[in-house]
């Protein structure tokens, strides 16, 4: 379930650009005006109201927000104020950008997305960034792991919900073969199964693995494979069995010891807001035993804060 849900038949774009206009209008800002009404529309009527903004007052709104806020506040501001995809297409770019490449997001984004997501981005980063996600994934990463996030780029995962269970035990096989039963390994049967097989199959496969050799799948990656590789097959893994749980840790993660991944914390929130983040925020209360705003009241402060719970909740 989500936490942001649309106005629906209360969204009254021009009154809603009048009221944000007011909100920024002489001295001060009305911050509380602006979190009450971003976190109380969906993405779909956040667009609309940036377009009505540009025709009531020939101004853009995210311009005009960005220079009445600072800090994470505004980050947060200018995330919400994105088109869904673009959110994702950004956060890929800012991953490889500059020295060094953050691969920790580009696993988190790619390996969770569905055939329809990953072509949306896909088309998105292209629009924004005059080049597509593959050559740019091809120039910044290497070995195995590359090839790892090209095939998951291609958006060829079967999701037919129907298992065969004669491929469910072929597969159990060749990954045995492919790992535990030879000397060394090979990546590529298991990049093939993980990547191509659908949801419901891998499930399965998972389960008949541990019943037949008497190991969980997460234990097999660990031990046959190393790096980024075993990072990304660890969370496709972990995804398939149990998303909610995934997305739990990744929340946690961003909080947990000393500081806060805000970047990944605010792309979590706003990319969830509008799909299941209420049945991430019951899971964390499971897994942790407190719940998610807990965290993010320890974590944040201020406005930015304050807009952070209002997604959350």
């Avoid at 920790?104 to 969770?112: A, Q």
């Avoid at 000397?183 to 389960?207: C, M, P, W, Y």
Wanted: overall charge negative; charged content about 30%; aromatic content about 6%.
């Amino acid at each position: 379930m989500a936490t942001v849900k649309p106005a629906g038949a209360n969204f009254s774009p021009e009154k809603t650009a009048r009221l944000l206009q007011k909100a920024m209008k002489g001295l001060g800002t009305d911050e509380k005006a602006i979190i009450d009404i971003l976190a109380g529309h969906c993405n779909r009527e956040r667009q609309e109201l940036k377009t009505m903004y540009k025709t009531c007052f020939g101004r853009d709104l995210v311009e005009d927000l960005k220079s009445e806020t600072s800090g994470k506040f505004r980050s947060l501001i200018e995330y919400l104020l994105m088109p869904s995809r673009e959110l994702d297409a950004c956060s890929l770019k800012k991953a490889m950008k500059g020295v060094g490449t953050d691969e920790r997001t580009l696993i988190e984004i790619l390996c969770s997305k569905t055939n329809s997501q990953l072509a949306e981005i896909k088309e998105t980063y292209k629009q924004l960034y005059k080049t597509t996600l593959e050559d740019d994934l091809q120039g910044d990463l290497s070995g195995d792991f590359k090839l790892l996030m090209i095939s998951i780029c291609q958006g060829h995962r079967d999701e037919n919900p129907k298992v065969d269970n004669n491929q469910v035990q072929t597969d159990v096989q060749e990954l045995y073969d492919a790992g535990p039963g030879k000397f060394g390994t090979d990546e590529a049967v298991f990049n093939r199964i993980l990547v191509r097989r659908s949801i419901a199959h891998l499930q399965e496969v998972f389960k008949a693995y541990k019943q037949k050799h008497g190991k969980e799948m997460e234990e097999v990656v660990d031990v046959e494979t190393s790096g980024n590789l075993k990072k990304a097959f660890l969370a496709i893994i972990h995804y398939i069995k149990n998303p909610r749980d995934y997305f739990a840790e990744l929340l946690n993660k961003t909080m947990k010891g000393a500081g806060t991944d805000d970047e990944r914390l605010m792309q979590l929130i706003v990319s969830h807001s509008e799909i299941d983040l209420k049945d991430i925020a019951k899971e964390y209360l499971k897994k942790y035993g407190w719940e998610l705003t807990k965290d993010i009241a320890d974590d944040t402060s201020g406005d930015y804060e304050k807009l952070l719970i209002r997604l959350a909740t």
